[in-house]
């Protein structure tokens, strides 16, 4: 059953990095992946991130690209990896790779390699956002406690129209009773406030999904979330 909401946009802003996307360990594991014989654990967590962006700009831009591809997709065969690795130089990756589950991650590469080969790569283009979303009763507010992350890609989805991209692509799993894409689609998102008929939530996604919400104050949508295995 789909719920009626009334959204208000309260914040957008483009960005191209996420907070805290890469950690200490991230750096260290990338630094032994390039063969790097120091003591790293020796090194605080600036010294590491130095010494990485360092040695990631010694080497050409498309083996860079596979020593991040390889720490960010560990699973993926080495063949798979230098085909990545080689579309990264000509490809928006973060948005027009097949599979939406891996553009977070190729959100977080372009940023770092972008930075070790000064602007070699694509400029990543993601969008951070704020709403508040209201009901009319609260139960109906139960469904971001179900299934949060499907229930407001639905929400995003159904407040752009049926011609928008997200609405082609993800038409059966918008309508239907499950979205596992939905991760692929908005990658960070949290519940900042809950006031009973209206909850305030942040995310940030790629622009390529968000940007019809630029210029937008507030809108009506439905959405509803998945079902119960």
Same mark, same amino acid.
């Given at each position: 059953?789909q719920s009626?909401?009334t959204v208000?946009?309260d914040?957008f802003?483009?960005?191209?990095?996420?907070?805290?996307?890469?950690?200490?360990?991230?750096?260290?594991a990338l630094l032994?992946?390039?063969g790097?014989?120091?003591?790293?654990d020796?090194? &605080? *967590?600036?010294e590491r991130?130095?010494?990485?962006?360092?040695? %990631?700009?010694?080497?050409k831009?498309?083996?860079?690209?596979v020593?991040v591809?390889t720490?960010l997709?560990?699973?993926l065969?080495r063949?798979?990896?230098?085909?990545m690795?080689?579309?990264m130089l000509?490809e928006?990756?973060?948005?027009?790779?097949p599979?939406?589950l891996?553009?977070?991650?190729f959100f977080?590469?372009?940023?770092?390699?972008r930075?070790a080969?000064n602007g070699k790569? *694509?400029?990543?283009?993601?969008a951070e956002m704020t709403l508040?979303?209201? *009901?009319?009763?609260v139960?109906?507010?139960?469904?971001f406690?179900a299934?949060m992350?499907?229930?407001?890609v639905r929400?995003?989805?159904?407040?752009?129209?049926?011609d928008a991209l997200?609405?082609?692509?993800?038409?059966?799993?918008?309508k239907?009773?499950?979205f596992?894409?939905s991760?692929?689609i908005?990658w960070? %998102?949290?519940?900042?406030?809950?006031?009973?008929v209206?909850?305030q939530?942040?995310?940030?996604s790629?622009f390529?999904?968000l940007?019809?919400?630029?210029?937008? &104050?507030?809108?009506?949508?439905?959405?509803?979330? &998945?079902a119960?295995?």
């Amino acid at each position: 059953m789909q719920s009626k909401f009334t959204v208000q946009v309260d914040s957008f802003k483009k960005t191209n990095k996420i907070l805290n996307a890469w950690s200490g360990e991230d750096y260290k594991a990338l630094l032994t992946l390039m063969g790097f014989d120091d003591d790293v654990d020796a090194m &605080d *967590a600036a010294e590491r991130r130095e010494m990485c962006m360092m040695s %990631l700009s010694d080497l050409k831009p498309e083996e860079a690209a596979v020593v991040v591809l390889t720490h960010l997709f560990p699973k993926l065969s080495r063949g798979k990896v230098e085909q990545m690795s080689r579309d990264m130089l000509n490809e928006s990756s973060w948005e027009e790779y097949p599979d939406c589950l891996y553009h977070e991650r190729f959100f977080n590469a372009y940023g770092l390699l972008r930075e070790a080969f000064n602007g070699k790569f *694509a400029k990543p283009t993601g969008a951070e956002m704020t709403l508040t979303v209201t *009901a009319a009763h609260v139960e109906e507010m139960a469904i971001f406690d179900a299934s949060m992350h499907s229930a407001i890609v639905r929400l995003l989805a159904s407040g752009q129209g049926d011609d928008a991209l997200i609405n082609r692509l993800y038409e059966d799993q918008i309508k239907g009773k499950h979205f596992p894409e939905s991760k692929g689609i908005v990658w960070q %998102l949290k519940q900042i406030a809950d006031n009973g008929v209206s909850r305030q939530f942040s995310l940030v996604s790629s622009f390529f999904w968000l940007e019809n919400f630029e210029q937008m &104050d507030a809108f009506e949508a439905v959405s509803h979330a &998945d079902a119960e295995d």
